[in-house]
């Protein structure tokens, strides 16, 4: 019972520590952001890393999200709502959900492990140390400009999704369904709500935060060579996507 209560405490400093730490990240990050203009060639760098290339990846999840939620708003809605009202019940899924959490979950595979990996190869082979041998700090050389594209990037790429996503559903709808395009974006547009898409896009703000926050701690923690970096790029994924489950429930509260 002594050892279960000694393992239970252990893991609760740690957590406490781990929070600290990430914590510490973000305001060392947060400092270099007077210097985002003269390190924008670093920032554009990572928008094309984690926007740009990740964006076959997205719309490809989003097409098919939107035909599966077509598909399962159209068997809810048979026998009690008309399927005229399909676009709505699927735009506004889309837009407050299904965009912004895939896109960051995506984005938390991709984007997310490849920074873990990338720093925590350089911090095992001591390519960090060599960074500050050279006095040039590692928050402000590979973190902030990784931050800062993943709160730009990922509402940017949401955008997208959202967009295929409701093109797929409308799609789907015609091809099982024989509903007109023409019928089901009517129902889009008169159930349009400019807060479902701004709140699916603040919370993609945090997720792509979130996500790249996650990448550099990890990184920059890792340990003991190849295996470190391996174990790092699936703590990284894993914990990028309990937080952004978790952090979408808590802006499901504050937003609705």
Known sequence: MHGFITRIGRKVLEFIYETGAVFLLVGRSAVYLKQLWPNRKLVYEQMMQIGVRSTPLVLFVGVFAGAVASVQAAYQLEGYISYNFLGAATSVAIFIELGPVLTALVAAGRVGASIAAEIGTMQVTEQIDALESLAIDPVRYLAMPRIVSGF???PILTIFSDFVGISGAAFVAWLNLGLEPAVFFRSVQEFFSLLNVFSGLIKAFFFGGTTAIIGCYVGFSTTGGAEGVGK???RAFVLSAA?????????SIILF
């Open 152 to 154: 730009i990037m990922i």
């Open 232 to 234: 790092a790029t699936i």
């Open 243 to 251: 937080m952004i489950l978790l952090n979408d429930y808590l802006l």
